[in-house]
C-alpha cells in the first residue's frame, strides 16, 4: 500500500511538472483546483491541491502527456436527445461504453473535443460549450461535419475514490 502511494505521489509531481511546462497555468484564486492521477490500469484518484504541502521525486519515471485527454476519463451521464438519460464511460485505453443501444466502441480526443465511434454506428461527441459541456450524437451513416440528429447536456461524474 506504502508503495502505491508513492507512485501515485510520483505520478502527481511529474504531471504538475509537465503542466507547469506545457501551459502558463496561474494559480487557482481559493486554492480549489485539483488533481487527478490516472494509472495504467485505468484507476484513478483526486486530490484537492489545496491539501498539498509538497511533492517529493525519488526517481524520474517514464511519464507520456496528452493534453486535454485526461478530462474526459471516467462516467458522463448524458440527455438522448428525447428527455432520457443514459452513462457514456471513457477509459484511458481509449474504450468506450455505455448503457444505451449499443455498449461498446472507441474513443479519441480530436481538436479538444472527445469523439466516440460506437459498434452500433453511431458517434458522439463530447465538447466544451461554453461553461458546460455537451454530447452531440451522430446517426450511422452521418458524418461528423453534418448536423447533429440531436445535441444534450453532458455532465461528468465525480470522482470517488
Known amino acids: 500500500m506504502q508503495n502505491s502511494s508513492k507512485i501515485v505521489w510520483t505520478l502527481a509531481g511529474l504531471a ?6 506545457l501551459v502558463a497555468v496561474s494559480p487557482p484564486q481559493n486554492d480549489s ?26 526517481q524520474p519515471a517514464n511519464l507520456v502527456a496528452a493534453p486535454g485527454r485526461a478530462r474526459f476519463f471516467g462516467d458522463w451521464t448524458v440527455g ?9 464511460t471513457l477509459r484511458p485505453d481509449g474504450s468506450a461504453h455505455k448503457t444505451q443501444g449499443g455498449s461498446s466502441g472507441t474513443w479519441t480526443v480530436v481538436n479538444g ?4 465511434s460506437w459498434d452500433d454506428g453511431w458517434h458522439d461527441v463530447i465538447r466544451k460549450a461554453g461553461s458546460k459541456f455537451e454530447k ?26
Open 33 to 58: 483546483g485539483t488533481i487527478v492521477i490516472v494509472l495504467k490500469n485505468g484507476k484513478q484518484q483526486s486530490f484537492n491541491l489545496s491539501e498539498v504541502a509538497r511533492i517529493e521525486f525519488n
Open 80 to 88: 438522448d436527445g428525447a428527455g432520457g438519460k443514459f452513462t457514456i
Open 16 to 21: 504538475l511538472t509537465i503542466a507547469a511546462q
Open 136 to 161: 452531440a450524437a451522430y446517426a450511422p451513416g452521418a458524418s461528423l461535419s453534418d448536423k447533429p440528429n440531436n445535441v444534450a447536456d453532458a455532465r461528468k461524474h465525480a470522482e470517488v475514490n
Open 113 to 116: 473535443d472527445a469523439q466516440i
